[in-house]
């Protein structure tokens, strides 16, 4: 079992950054894959970044590429989504979650999700 922990949300204004930790404890060895998603309201879950644990490869969203990054803290067993450029369509709940199958940028491909961290851009 994986158990993932997300925090870092909060208020901006258009033009702020942000930056969303997910810290991950359980069978962390098994995990070939981490995400992060996010889910406005009214709208369906959608992909932001993902990271191949294993090789180190990113992958973006288009509305995303150029702004967030995807990064990982292996001692402190936390990945982090640096937010720059937050716009107001930006605005949801994020979601980190783990996959120990497949590295993949669909929901569905993933076993584990924290429980979100809300981030709220102004404009």
């Known amino acids: 079992q994986v158990q993932l922990v997300e925090s870092g949300g909060g208020l901006v204004q258009a033009g702020d950054s942000l930056r969303l930790s997910c810290y991950i404890s359980g069978r962390t060895s098994s995990i070939v894959g981490m995400g992060w998603f996010r889910q406005a309201p009214g709208k369906e879950r959608e992909f932001v970044a993902a990271?191949?644990?294993?090789?180190?490869?990113?992958d973006y969203a288009d509305s995303v590429k150029g702004r967030f990054t995807f990064s990982r803290d292996s001692a402190e067993n936390t990945v982090y989504l640096q937010m720059n450029s937050l716009k107001p369509e930006d605005s949801a709940v994020y979601f980190c979650?783990?996959?120990?199958?497949?590295?993949?940028?669909?929901?569905?491909?993933?076993?584990?999700w924290g429980r979100g961290t809300q981030a709220t851009v102004s404009s």
């Open positions: 979650a783990a996959a120990s199958r497949i590295f993949s940028n669909m929901a569905g491909g993933y076993e584990y």
């Open positions: 990271l191949n644990m294993r090789s180190e490869f990113t």
